[in-house]
């Protein structure tokens, strides 16, 4: 059975930091592109980051850019999302996709597995 779990998701004051977790089993994760999307209450999906199965590329999304860092343990089948700096426009439940190729990852019909999401809440 494939699952991507999240965690690491809770509230922060604004200019903190959290770290997310995504681990993988039941798929070759290695082979595998991964992103971090993020869905505010009553707004659409955003992409917040992205890597490449080897780690070694990576992009994010405008608002994020210079906060927040992604990057991958593939002998321990995860993906974290390291937040600093965080703001309350930052709230959304965060979640984590899987997708055979890096360049696709903007693509919403490319994503082969999809995690379940966690809530991240900035506010004092």
């Known amino acids: 059975e494939v699952q991507l779990v999240e965690s690491g998701g809770g509230l922060v004051q604004p200019g903190g930091s959290l770290r997310l977790s995504c681990a993988a089993s039941?798929?070759?994760?290695?082979?595998?592109?991964m992103s971090w999307v993020r869905q505010a209450p009553g707004k659409g999906l955003e992409w917040v980051s992205g890597?490449?199965?080897?780690?070694?590329?990576?992009f994010y999304g405008d608002s994020v850019k210079g906060r927040f860092t992604i990057s991958r343990d593939n002998a321990k089948n995860t993906v974290y999302l390291q937040m600093n700096s965080l703001k309350p426009e930052d709230t959304a439940v965060y979640s984590c996709a899987a997708a055979q190729y890096y360049s696709t990852l903007r693509n919403p019909n490319a994503y082969d597995y999809w995690g379940q999401g966690t809530q991240v809440t900035v506010s004092s």
């Open positions: 890597i490449n199965s080897g780690g070694g590329s990576t």
């Open positions: 039941g798929f070759t994760f290695s082979s595998y592109a």
